[in-house]
């Protein structure tokens, strides 16, 4: 269905035929673009022209600088785009967050409005949008092969365990301290508060996995993870279990190793091990596991004069165990709301 340009004032019709050629100048396909604001099949290629001949700014519409007035509809539309769509550094900013300042540039640049920065956190606001912290993600991610790895890899996945009558765990390892930096608390204004603790560092290293069936295991050791500690701690997890084991868990050497394989191979199908995409940590349940542990642990509750960090580590994770609605509710997270069922 076409745009109904009628329906926009004169100076949001101008907007729009400079955003849109903007966005192919940047690199979209002119066909992706024409679907956004769902113009005519030919009318992206006339605005084309016209820029190309005379200038984008032959498409703009008139600066309106040195006055304040609300966005109209399509405009704060386009701001969403933008945060949606990006982060500033597409944008020429040195800075990967959004802050309301750059939004306000942004818009003085492209919509040349001036709005201060409570109009614009308003505007941020009646657009759904709120102040978040960001999960990380590499540029090395290859979301074709998440793709493929959700769409197909891992249904199969599914099936065989279905047929086999096998229990899925997801697995990972973290590495916990005792100096963790803490988590926030009140005091005076300009007086940053003391908290005391123990000035012993001590660090330790666990694995986890859990299942959506509210299945949880888990294992606390000090030595360096290689092919052997895994191996033990395969053991343990399949334990005296009378139905397979299927594990999956991300791409670590150890995981691959050729001694961990033939460990796999000589248990006759009890254990079966599968392999995330690389760069895909939010994938993996078990990564929101640990988050949560840290959230609970030292950096909440510092440990105390003589306090050891191995056994409040036992402690924690054995509290966790007990707690089946709380291992099922990991699975609810957006990002890993593929694996509930």
Known sequence: MKNDARQLSTSE?????????????????????????????????????????????????????????????????????????????????????????????????????????????????????????????????????????????????????KKQGAEVFWLDEASIRSDDPLMRTWGLKGQTPTVKTSGQRQGINAISALSNRGGFWYQVYTERFNADVFIECLTDLIGNRPKPVFIITDGHPVHKSKKVREFIAGLNGRLSLFILPPYAPDLNPDELVWNYLRQIGTARKPLIKGESLLERTFIDLELLAQDKPLIKSFFKNQSVSFAAD
């Open 13 to 161: 019709q101008a907007l729009m035929r400079r955003l849109a050629v903007q966005r192919v100048l940047d690199g979209e396909k002119p066909s992706a673009v024409t679907q956004s604001y769902r113009l005519g099949e030919k009318t992206i290629f006339k605005w084309l022209k016209i820029a190309k001949e005379q200038g984008i700014d032959a498409l703009a519409p008139k600066p309106r600088l040195g006055r304040t007035r609300a966005l109209t509809e399509f405009e704060s539309a386009e701001v969403k785009r933008w945060i949606l769509s990006g982060d500033p550094r597409q944008y020429g900013f040195d800075f990967g967050l959004w802050t309301r300042q750059i939004v306000s540039d942004l818009i003085v640049k492209h919509l040349g409005i001036r709005l201060g920065l409570t109009a614009v956190g308003e505007l941020l606001h009646r657009e759904g949008l709120t102040p978040q912290k960001p999960m990380r993600r590499a540029y090395e991610r290859d979301d074709a092969a998440i793709k493929i790895w959700l769409d197909e890899i891992y249904p199969d996945i599914k099936k065989s365990a």
